[in-house]
């Protein structure tokens, strides 16, 4: 009897180790950055010209966007140790435990393929120390809409050579970065980078609005980076590194603008697939939805993936899935799905500078994800607003109520989804700071944290210390 109760008790010893020895990872309440977009210096330590240094300085995009010439060129200093210290005590302040943010392959390999640039990545290194040090978890973007300008001259995506480029990138950083780094993002948004950005710069350009056929030439380029993503997530695998890899995409559930009309349903839905399904079907099912292939066929026919392109993509599916979500896509019954025009409908009285505010269908996607993605692991790795006229500092402080009902709003949908069974890790504001805007420039804050652009002063808005009190609540979820 002795003998059955000391066997006993050895074998719960052994389960809690089994257990609970294993480190069950914390809810991530966090915030988000994007290199080009924070981190200014960009002739500083070696780094190479990017594609958003050349849009900016050479092409002056923001022109055609803002009626201004702008830059990221210093944007809000954080490449400089002594100012990202600052703002990472600020995160601290905040309580959260995880940031988000990218690495820069111009600085890393200035010319794209070759030599690479031993000061960038010490710097990261430091960089990643420190977010250590704070008690902060490094959520690591790999690619981030930017990269050498020398790639793009080469076509960049248009080039099939781009998969090999990215991979010697991504395995340089992975080698060097992660034993510390304990989640990769490989890429960010897709569908932005190829069919939103570029649509635009095309319509700039050509001065009148792409046609579909040239909508559904963007087909290759995402194609080809979805490769790349599988290969970052083989390799990263292989080199058996204790962490996990994902991809980040944007998702706008469609969403009828008037939902009785049968026209609005309709377009809603294919909408819907254009922008989700042709994403979410290649990486979670190994195939991209018939309708999208449909309209490939009448306006991209050569867009011809390959069943082992398909079987390989899906073999190496990611580890968890980053979703950025700001809104639905509203979408009426004479738009065009293979164009903008869902941006330009917002049925909301205050419009938000990210459409129109509909916490709900982040819940929606989210229980769509569990029900039609066999429920991988999520982070919701943006979401956040900004409202014109909002972000003004009044007696030293900001005050921004509606971006404080927007967080309150869409973290209470996401924990409905979590509680209802969704795989949800984490959630990040975007972003923490007023940053560079791509293409509306310094025109749009979003920041938690009030930005001024000329003397970098910070100022935590009144959002900054309403999100505090709920990671606080919700701390130990
Ligand atoms: C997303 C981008 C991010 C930021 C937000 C507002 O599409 O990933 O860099 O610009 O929008």
Redesign the pocket.
């Known amino acids: 009897m002795k003998q059955l109760k000391i066997s006993l008790s050895f074998l719960l010893f052994c389960t809690n180790i089994l257990v609970f020895g294993q480190k069950k990872q914390p809810f991530f309440w966090g915030v988000?950055t994007?290199a080009y977009?924070v981190e200014g210096a960009y002739q500083t330590d070696g780094k190479g010209e990017s594609k958003w240094d050349f849009l900016t300085n050479k092409v002056g995009i923001t022109q055609f966007t803002i009626g201004e010439k702008q830059t990221g060129n210093v944007s809000i200093n954080m490449y400089d140790r002594t100012q990202y210290l600052k703002d990472l005590a600020l995160l601290k302040q905040l309580g959260a435990n995880s940031y988000r943010f990218s690495l820069d392959w111009s600085r890393i390999i200035p010319d794209g393929t070759g030599a690479v640039n031993e000061k960038a990545l010490a710097h990261y290194d430091q960089l990643i120390d420190d977010v250590l040090a704070a008690g902060l978890e490094p959520f690591v973007t790999i690619y981030?809409?930017d990269y050498p300008v020398v790639l793009m001259q080469k076509d960049g995506w248009g080039n099939p050579a781009m998969v090999d480029w990215y991979i010697n990138y991504a395995s340089i950083v992975m080698k060097r970065f992660g034993k510390k780094v304990k989640h990769f993002i490989t890429f960010?948004?897709p569908y932005?980078e190829f069919f939103l950005v570029e649509n635009m710069l095309h319509e700039q350009e050509s001065k009148h609005i792409p046609p579909k056929e040239y909508y559904m030439s963007q087909m290759q380029k995402a194609h080809r980076q979805l490769i790349a993503n599988a290969k970052a997530i083989e390799l990263y695998h292989s080199l058996q590194l204790k962490g996990q890899i994902g991809i980040?995409l944007?998702v706008n559930p469609g969403a009828a603008w008037n939902a009785s009309k049968v026209a609005d349903v309709k377009a809603a839905n294919f909408q819907d697939i254009l922008i989700n399904g042709l994403f979410l079907d290649p990486l979670y099912k190994g195939k991209y939805p018939q309708m999208a292939m449909d309209s490939l066929a009448k306006y991209n026919p050569s867009f011809q993936p390959s069943a082992s392109d398909l079987t390989f993509i899906a073999q190496n599916k990611p580890d968890f899935l980053g979703i950025?979500f700001?809104a639905p896509a509203v979408v009426k019954g004479e738009d065009s799905a293979m164009s903008l025009k869902w941006l330009d409908n917002n049925p909301d009285a205050i419009k938000s500078n990210?459409g129109p505010v509909m916490p709900e269908y982040l819940y929606k996607m989210l229980i769509r994800l569990k029900k039609d993605y066999g429920n991988p692991t999520v982070y919701i790795t943006?979401n956040?607003t900004g409202f014109a006229g909002e972000d003004v500092v009044k007696n030293g402080k900001v005050n921004d109520p509606l971006r404080i009902d927007y967080i309150k709003r869409h973290v209470a949908y996401a924990l409905k989804a979590k509680r209802e069974g969704v795989n949800l890790g984490g959630y990040m504001v975007?972003?923490g700071w007023d940053n560079f805007?791509?293409v509306s420039g310094y025109t749009?804050r979003?920041g938690l944290i009030y930005v001024d652009f000329k003397t970098q002063e910070r100022i935590p808005k009144q959002s900054f210390f309403e999100y505090k009190k709920l990671i606080q609540k919700y701390k130990g979820i």
Do not use: R
């Open positions: 988000a994007a977009q981030h809409f960010n948004e932005i980040v944007n950025n700001y990210v943006e956040g975007w972003s805007e791509w749009k979003l």
